[in-house]
């Protein structure tokens, strides 16, 4: 049996740990899904269809890489197995980064969406500070989404991610039925490729498939492991034939016209319309939590914030609300919200779903004597050369347009 073997009992089951999975899997790249379609043309989705099997792939080599050794509890435990401190480093800086880059994603995608609903709303802060527009709906999605992060059990958050995952499945119908029903219809023919645009694609791509840092937390939590690698492929399958359909669906519709979010580019005032946006406020409210709480982890292992200390849960709250409040911060000073996820992508998730895992996994397997199929090594090593690819190129052009847009 492996050393991490199953915890009868204890833990969560398949159902709740598959619910996590796919809540992080499915996230805000669903709306970028058609605008990434959109840049890279029908061509793209043999891409598409290769990053998911790719990032199924090295989530069961990290589960392979948690397998080998008791000293691995997180993503960053991986690195430091394989690689020593500098590994440890190396990780924690690519998934703290991504995760809260995410983060920010949430908010900002949260202020567009509430902005396109209520154009004309504004609030007065103690009665002498006035927000309006996005400014105002990214502060109040932050104090939305600041108790989730309170949560530490991740049974209890498997209810949450359950509505999540329910809000991506309502989100894909109501973009459905406006194209097939609303007078939208699926008229643009597309084109087959469009090479300029493929690194933007493939950026946005890597970053649906950014759910790597909370695999060791799901795998570890699980009540009977060995049923793992099922749960990813579950979660994987599910997630990309949502994101197909939305971008298949979404480059139908508007073609080149694709706006960064889907939803921005619905009817305005159409029932439909408003329930899309409204389900897709609901993702972030349920998926933020996820991605902040291995970041809050791992600043309270470092401060010694022990469970059953009196004085650990106000530390705990008030590490998770400087974290929203950071994530907030950047969310009101960056608002853009297509740059930003293609950086994401680009420079972070390349590096955490593709690069570290084949790495780390090629590293512990040569420490541990454990033999790796000629095969195995080979699509290793292509895909940490993918990986650096993507990373350098996908930065490049979106630090390009931050920077032009700013």
Not at 149 to 174: D, I
Not at 247 to 263: D, E, I, N, P, R
Not at 313 to 325: E, G, H, N, W, Y
Not at 378 to 393: D, E, H, P, Y
Request: aromatic share 10%.
């Amino acid at each position: 049996m492996d050393i991490n073997s199953a915890h009868p009992g204890r833990g969560t089951g398949f159902l709740k740990t598959s619910f996590n999975g796919i809540n992080a899997l499915s996230g805000i790249g669903i709306l970028s899904i058609p605008y990434a379609l959109s840049q890279g043309g029908w061509l793209s989705l043999i891409i598409f269809a290769a990053m998911a099997i790719i990032c199924c792939y090295t989530g069961i080599l990290l589960q392979r890489c948690v397998d080998s050794s008791s000293r691995i509890k997180n993503y960053t435990d991986v690195g430091e197995v394989a690689f020593g401190r500098n590994g440890k480093i190396l990780a924690a800086t690519f998934m703290y980064l991504e995760l809260y880059l995410a983060a920010i994603d949430f908010l900002i995608m949260e202020g567009d969406n509430l902005d396109k609903l209520f154009p004309a709303l504004s609030f007065r802060v103690a009665g002498r500070v006035t927000l309006t527009g996005k400014q105002a709906f990214v502060l109040l999605a932050s104090l939305v989404v600041l108790p989730t992060t309170w949560l530490r059990s991740l049974g209890k958050l498997a209810y949450v991610s359950l509505g999540g995952v329910l809000a991506s499945a309502v989100l894909v119908a109501a973009v459905l039925w406006i194209g097939a029903f609303d007078g939208v219809g699926f008229h643009e023919r597309g084109v087959p490729v469009h090479w300029a645009g493929l690194p933007t694609a493939m950026s946005l791509y890597a970053f649906c498939f950014s759910s790597h840092p909370v695999i060791p937390k799901l795998y570890l939590g699980m009540r009977d492991r060995n049923m793992f690698p099922k749960v990813l492929v579950l979660c994987f399958a599910v997630s990309a034939l949502g994101y197909g359909v939305t971008g298949v669906a979404g480059y139908l519709m508007y073609g080149a016209s694709t706006l960064s979010q889907v939803t921005l580019n619905l009817p305005p005032g159409n029932l439909r319309s408003k329930i899309a946006i409204y389900t897709t406020l609901v993702n972030p409210l349920t998926k933020y939590a996820l991605f902040v709480i291995p970041i809050a982890d791992a600043v309270e292992d470092s401060l010694r914030v022990a469970d059953g200390d009196d004085i650990s849960r106000p530390v705990s709250v008030a590490i998770r609300t400087a974290l929203v409040v950071g994530t907030t911060v950047a969310a009101l000073a960056v608002p853009l919200f297509g740059y930003v996820t293609m950086l994401t992508g680009a420079l972070m998730c390349s590096s955490v779903i593709m690069l570290m895992p084949c790495a780390c996994y090629l590293k512990i397997s040569s420490l541990t004597s454990r033999k790796v199929a000629r095969f195995e090594r080979v699509a290793c090593v292509g895909i940490i050369v993918l990986a650096v690819g993507i990373a350098v190129v996908g930065t490049y052009i979106s630090l390009k347009h931050i920077v032009q847009s700013l």
